[in-house]
């Protein structure tokens, strides 16, 4: 079964790092990109960014271009999306979705992580 | 900036169709793919339409997608409504390297 699993909630104060994961199973890692979507609490869908897992080739919404930063390790078949300083407006819950029916056109996604920035 | 509008909010009975619209600001929305996700509550976002028409392999046949240049919009039709068709359905397309959601509608079944 092809799948995208995530981390798990994280709570953190403002002005720490974080780095969120997303792991594919069930396929070939390197052939699909990953993408990252946020949802604000009560809003809608937000496109980040994504990346692709063969070379780290990425790119990056204009709104989040700068605010954080897309890797992947393809060993471990695992992207991971950062922060380098979190801020109380990053709270949200983050998806990845895979590339699959072309670019930027997502068929599985992730269950979601919840990120919570409080002091 | 390309932008996507939704109705905020639909509502329709068990058995009945309904669709939600998705309509361009600029430029023409048959360029670029355009896709629909449900999102039950507490979920994770699922596609129910991709490449404007097309089903993923366990979407009911009741999900369909169009396209009309005419009026520069998307529509989703889901047909025959069941409680647990109850969600928020976004639309989403793309240009220029950047991807564009529309604000998302909260069908209701009642």
């Known amino acids: 079964e092809v799948q995208l699993v995530q981390s798990g909630a994280e709570v953190k104060k403002p002005g720490e790092s974080l780095r969120i994961s997303c792991k594919g199973s069930g396929y070939s890692f390197t052939n699909y990109w990953i993408s990252w979507v946020r949802q604000m609490p009560g809003k809608g869908l937000e496109w980040m960014g994504r990346?692709?897992?063969?070379?780290?080739?990425?790119n990056y919404s204009p709104s989040f271009q700068g605010h954080v930063t897309l890797s992947a390790d393809k060993s471990i078949s695992t992207a991971y999306l950062q922060w380098s300083s979190l801020k109380a407006s990053d709270t949200a819950m983050y998806y990845c979705a895979r590339d699959d029916y072309g670019d930027y056109i997502w068929g599985v996604w992730g269950q979601g992580t919840l990120v919570t920035v409080s002091s | 900036n390309f932008m996507l509008t939704q109705p905020h909010s639909v509502s329709e009975s068990p058995g009945k169709t309904v669709t939600i619209s998705c309509t361009g600001n600029?430029?023409?929305?048959?360029?670029?793919?355009v896709q629909w996700y449900q999102q039950r509550p507490g979920s994770a976002p699922t596609t129910v339409i991709y490449?404007?028409?097309?089903?993923p392999s366990g979407v009911p046949d009741r999900f369909s997608g169009s396209i009309d240049s005419s009026s520069n919009s998307a529509s989703l039709t889901i047909a025959g409504l069941k409680t647990e068709d109850e969600a928020d359905y976004y639309c989403q397309s793309y240009d220029s390297s950047n991807v564009i959601f529309g604000g998302g509608t909260k069908l209701t079944v009642l």
């Open positions: 490449e404007n028409n097309q089903r």
């Open positions: 990346i692709d897992p063969s070379d780290s080739y990425t």
């Open positions: 600029s430029g023409s929305i048959a360029s670029n793919y």
